[in-house]
């Protein structure tokens, strides 16, 4: 009897254990699931992957939402996302390319009453832009930077086509703008156009070289011109706000590039190795998707001219976050001959005189 009550009370606590379900139980192996989300609902397809169908199969990018389309677990998600984000951005200088430095970008041409012939020469718009980042520990308040939250500081440039032309990411987000574009341009490749040539910067950089920055304690962002009631008031106003108009481009692809991919707005546990790695990749993908397919939602939402960020989607801005808006910054131990600023202030009064 003492046995059998043995034999009964072992396997009522048997039952009563919690029987392991698989947590991966589609019935559809990981290309069976693909192949039903891009054979199903354009809409569908958009929101899932940010991209049409025919753009997704070009890129062949079966890593997203891995875990879920594969029914692997996060560490082989985690391990393969790694080995993926290595082969895009072993692709960085295939598709993020200098302009055409012969020709005048078309939307200037497009809008040539408003920019012609001033920027003729302007070859793109530079900016940073601060991407959320969990650092080690060890050194975690270097990256946090003027908005308390710590960040990568990402150097780009831009086209006026919405591509990206350059970036850099590798900064962390306490470190001003100033310093980092002229490290990129001293160890980091950045492109400096021939003569006659030149980049739009906003107040945060000096303006000399190839840097065209607006005057300086006057009107500049868009939202500060609309909030009010007069026109223009000077010669000054009149060049910063046009260009503002123009140097607007660099914002609207960061905010649709931040758009399409949530990974840059959000925070992420992977080491740092990878995540300075994820802009160059997501900028990469952002200019394949801008070459190859026609009619993108995303692209359309921010293409608009002279339109903020801010009034597109306010979560995708980053007005006001300018490093040094009075245009000094910090000094750097390179202070800048008379001569290079004496060159771009001449051709920004002529510019302003002109207009």
């Not at 025919?54 to 890129?59: H, K, Y």
């Not at 809008?111 to 832009?129: L, N, Q």
């Not at 490749?189 to 107040?203: H, Q, R, T």
């Amino acid at each position: 009897m003492l046995a059998m009550a043995v034999v009964a009370v072992t396997n009522s606590r048997r039952n009563r254990r919690r029987v392991p379900q698989p947590m991966h139980n589609s019935i559809l192996t990981g290309s069976m699931r693909v192949e039903e989300i891009l054979n199903g609902h354009q809409d569908i397809i958009q929101g899932l992957l940010s991209m049409k169908s025919e753009t997704f199969r070009l890129l062949s990018a079966t890593n997203r939402h891995i875990s879920y389309l594969f029914q692997h677990s996060k560490e082989t998600t985690s391990r393969w996302f790694f080995k993926v984000l290595k082969v895009i951005c072993a692709l960085k200088d295939e598709f993020i390319r200098l302009p055409d430095y012969t020709a005048v970008q078309h939307l200037i041409l497009e809008h040539s009453e408003k920019y012609r012939p001033w920027f003729d020469g302007c070859v793109g718009a530079i900016d940073g832009t601060h991407v959320p980042c969990v650092p080690r520990r060890e050194n975690t308040d270097t990256w946090i930077n003027r908005k308390g939250f710590h960040s990568q500081n990402v150097l780009a440039a831009c086209s006026f086509d919405m591509k990206f032309t350059y970036m850099l990411a590798r900064y962390e987000g306490s470190i001003h703008d100033v310093r980092i574009l002229e490290e990129a341009i001293t160890f980091y490749d950045f492109p400096i156009p021939p003569p006659g040539k030149f980049y739009l910067a906003d107040s945060g950089y000096a303006n000399k070289d190839c840097f065209l920055s607006p005057f300086r304690r006057e009107t500049y962002h868009l939202p500060e011109y609309r909030r009010r009631r007069t026109g223009l008031g000077n010669r000054k106003e009149v060049f910063n706000y046009t260009h503002s108009s123009l140097r607007n481009c660099i914002e609207r692809t960061f905010g649709v590039w931040k758009a399409r991919f949530k990974i840059l707005k959000g925070i992420n546990s992977y080491p740092m190795k990878k995540q300075v790695m994820i802009p160059v990749a997501c900028a990469i993908v952002h200019n394949f998707i801008r070459i190859v397919q026609v009619g993108d939602p995303f692209l359309e939402q921010y293409a608009a001219d002279c339109v903020p960020v801010r009034g597109i989607v306010d979560v995708n801005a980053d007005d006001g976050f300018d490093d040094g808006i009075d245009g000094t910054g910090p000094s750097t131990g390179t202070q800048p001959h008379d001569s290079r600023r004496g060159a771009m202030n001449q051709l920004r009064d002529m510019m302003a005189d002109d207009m």
